[in-house]
Structure formats: C-alpha cells, structure tokens
C-alpha cells in the first residue's frame, strides 16, 4: 500500500501536502498540485493512493467561491434530551400539571415558556426547534384523537372504509360522556360526518363509533392504535382508549405528538383538510373549531385538548414562505393561555429560522484525479440542493468537508459514488456558553496543526450535529486503452 497522504484545499485552489511520499520523501508545496511531481513511486501504485479531501469553508460563503458543494435534502437529526421516568399513573399531577418550571431548550438558547410539555419541529427537515421534556409521557387528552384519525384515514386508504360508509351508534358511544358531536342513539351516521365530529367537535362519541364500525370494539381498535404507534417510531406512547380518556397507562410525551402530526400531514394529505374546517354542524348543532389558532387563521390543524391531570394541550402547524411547522404543547392552566402560547411560539419559529442552502445540485466540489482514465479528472459533484433549517445567520458557521478516494480508477461512470460531504453544524448553546479551546501549538514543519482537546462543555450545552451526504462523479471517464496504459506506465503525458 501507498503512504497515506493528506491534502489541505483552501478556496483558491491551492494545497500543501501534509505527508510526503515514504518513500523518496518527495512532496508537494502549495499551489504545486494533487500529485506528487516526479516520483515514480506514486506513479506506479497510484490507484492504491488514499486521499482526505478537506474543505476550508463555512456555509454560504465557502461555495461562492467557487470552490465546489453538496447533495441530497439531507435530513438533521435532533439531539434527543434524556428525560425523568413518568408516574405510572398519567393523571396523577393535578394542579401541578401546568406548572412546569425551567425553559425550553432551542439552537440559539433558552427560550421561556409556560407549558410543562413542549416540542416544535420543522416538518421537511425533522429538525428539533424546542423542546422542553419532550420524551417525558404525559396525559394527552383529546391529542390522542390524531392517532385515532391515523388509524381511520388507513383505512380510507386502503379502501377498507369509505367516507360515504355508515357506521351504527352503540349505546356506549351515545352514552360517553366529555366533548360530544351528540349522535343519536340506534342510528347510523356516515364515516365523513364522524370524522368531522372527532376532529373538529373534538366527539368522544364520534371516536368510538368510528372504533367499534372498524374493529368491532374499542377495545380492538386500541390495538391497532398502539401497533400503529410502534411502526412509526412512538417510543413513549401507549393507548387505552380512542378518546384520551383519562386512564391509567394512557400517555404520549409532546415528541410523539409531533411525530403523529407530521405523519397525518405527509401520509394523508388528501385528509389533512378536515383539521383545518372551522365549523360543523351535526343533529341541528353547530360547533366550532376548538383550535383558536386554526380559527384565527395562523395554522392550518391539527388539535387541541383538556384534562385535569394534562392542562390544557394543543398541536398545531402551519405554513409560511415555503416552510411548515409542527409544534405541540401541553400542560396550560387555561384555554386563553393555550392560545397565547401557541400563536407566541409559532411566531417565534418562523421569526429566528430560515431555510438555507448549503450546496446547489451539480456544483462541483473538486476535481478527483483519474488512475488510467482517458481524462486526468472527474468533476466531484452532488446529485441535489442540500437546503437545511438553521438558525438566522448560522449558514456561516457550517463547517463543510468532503472526503474520497484519490485518484479514481478508470474508468468512471456519471452518478458514480465516490465518497462523502460532511457537515458539521454547531450544537445549541444553553444558558452559559463553552469556555473557548486553548490556542493551537505550533505546528512541527510539515506537519498538521494539531487540534488541541476542547474543555468540556456545561450540561446545557449539546453535541455537534453531523450530516452526511454522498458525493459522485460528475462525468463519465474512460479507461485508456493499451496504448495510453503503456505511456501511462512509461510516464508519458497522455493527456
């Protein structure tokens, strides 16, 4: 195997080789190029050369340059909090359930908030705006409905039920007591209506008969529900009714209240439409939209909800320029603060986050050099826009790299991937920022400047988030034939 060589790109192109060639001890100075000139050693392993390809660029300013960028919408993964075990009993809390103390915790800092419970995503990216005891299980009240809708629209779906359908009405349904649509014993109702009843009348008694016309019981319909919660990933979630009923082991935490509401968005869009009507009348009683945020026009669903034990809770998401946010909230001590709250915060997550785009599809981030090809480089590029939700002003402070194997060996096929883009955002700073690291050591002649260890940061502060993309070729290259190889090997310039 060939030495390991390492190469530093800045933006105008230039480089320096922090290894030389083991065995001539030849290297490279800066400006001079990606190969080791005049060493025969290279020359004739080259295809086994290992080469780290590092960026020297952050954000936006790195690429418009010129200098090359990345691929995929890619797809952040929130830093998940640990949280405190719940009671076993979700309704237990009472009056202290709409006092959580302690902010929030976002990207940019602390953020005050009165809800216990609380957690705002962007919905293309996943990426995690607040959260405050987000994987802490709660009692979700009439939030668990959109589970209930979940498991109804996959049945629409997959034709299983239809919309015009009618369903009977039980003396359990009619009797149920709570939020009602009031559907009139012994007779049937159609599956829009009671659709329409659940979601925007927030019917206990719609949710059940909806459960016993799919599943034949409540209790079978719960099953369902809470298969549905583990196939998409609701870890801190169990259902014991379809109504949020409180009830011992029943619970979501606000992390799974978002997840379920970007599914319904996303799986179901051809349903989404009934969170956002703002008006039902059923059995000569018109009700309104219990969400005052869908009411007043700043979100387009999902759901709100109420029981001692949880305060008053509320899931909404909305869409402004091109951006979509799920936010879920719960632990209020009153239906006004709710809708303070909510629309305050939902301001606030358009307010300070922006969609940035990182790297554009095609734009070339090197050109790899080619082993035996019949053009001495490939153009390195990604195969889409890489757009991420950062905070204001944050674009700056991506660190972006990119690492493959060099040279390529020929030949080369267009989409072929040759390596990775990595990019390094910075972690959320919380109430008292990281002490700076130390200064650098001076670095030994042709070597690496070491990274010195950074001291390590206070609790309130999270880790780096990484992204990784795959880079490709951006061209096809031909393997050069036998009279290219033999000058190749002779160390003739056949290009």
């Not at 090359?68 to 993964?77: F, I, K, Y």
């Not at 405050?132 to 629209?153: C, G, I, N, Q």
């Not at 402004?320 to 709710?338: D, F, H, P």
């Not at 674009?395 to 390094?424: E, F, K, M, N, W």
Request: aromatic residues 6%; proline residues 8%; positive net charge.
């Amino acid at each position: 195997m060939a030495p390991l060589r390492r190469e530093r790109i800045s933006l105008d192109g230039s480089c320096r080789t922090v290894r030389s060639c083991g065995r001539c001890r030849r290297g490279t100075g800066p400006g001079t190029g990606r190969r080791v000139n005049g060493c025969p050693h290279h020359r004739r392993i080259g295809f086994n050369v290992q080469t780290r390809r590092i960026l020297l660029a952050s954000g936006a300013a790195a690429f418009a340059g010129g200098a090359g960028v990345l691929s995929g919408t890619a797809r952040a993964r929130p830093h998940h909090r640990a949280h405190k075990p719940p009671a076993e009993n979700p309704s237990e809390g009472g009056a202290d359930a709409a006092t959580g103390s302690g902010p929030a915790m976002t990207p940019i800092g602390p953020v005050d908030t009165v809800a216990r419970w609380a957690c705002i995503v962007d919905f293309s990216s996943g990426m995690v705006l607040l959260e405050k005891a987000a994987d802490e299980r709660m009692p979700p009240s009439s939030l668990t409905k959109m589970m209930t809708a979940y498991v109804v629209f996959a049945m629409l779906q997959a034709g299983r039920l239809k919309l015009d359908q009618m369903l009977p009405v039980s003396e359990r349904a009619w009797r149920m007591q709570g939020s009602k649509m009031f559907v009139p014993l012994g007779e049937s109702i159609a599956v829009q209506e009671l659709i329409q009843g659940m979601l925007i009348q927030s019917g206990n008694d719609a949710c059940i008969v909806l459960a016993e016309g799919i599943a034949g019981s409540e209790e079978q319909f719960v099953a369902l529900m809470n298969d549905t919660a583990t196939k998409l990933g609701m870890s801190n979630s169990h259902f014991v009714n379809s109504t949020g009923w409180p009830a011992d082991g029943h619970y979501m935490s606000a992390r799974d209240v978002c997840t379920i509401a970007v599914h319904l968005i996303r799986d179901f869009p051809q349903y989404y439409h009934f969170f956002s009507e703002t008006e039902f009348k059923f059995n000569k009683i018109s009700q309104g939209n219990r969400n005052v945020l869908v009411d007043k026009g700043l979100a387009d669903g999902l759901k709100t909800g109420h029981t001692d034990a949880g305060g008053f809770g509320l899931c909404a998401s909305s869409q402004r320029e091109g951006r979509r946010v799920v936010m879920a909230l719960n632990g209020m001590a009153s239906s006004n603060v709710r809708a303070h709250e909510g629309e305050r915060l939902l301001g606030w997550a358009f307010a300070n986050f922006e969609t940035a785009t990182i790297v554009r599809k095609g734009q070339v981030l090197d050109q790899a050099p080619v082993w035996m090809g019949e053009a001495a480089t490939v153009p390195v590029i990604v195969a889409e826009d890489v757009s991420l939700v950062l905070p204001h002003g944050w674009q700056s402070r991506a660190r972006v790299s990119v690492d493959y194997r060099s040279p390529v060996l020929a030949p080369v096929t267009a989409g072929q991937v040759l390596g990775q883009l990595t990019i390094t955002l910075p972690g959320s700073p919380g109430a008292t920022p990281p002490a700076p690291p130390p200064p650098p050591a001076a670095p030994a002649p042709g070597m690496q400047p070491a990274t010195p260890a950074a001291p390590p940061p206070p609790p309130t502060t999270s880790a780096d988030r990484v992204i990784t993309v795959p880079v490709q070729a951006g061209a096809s290259v031909a393997k050069l034939g036998f009279g290219g190889r033999i000058a190749a090997r002779l160390g003739i310039n056949h290009h």
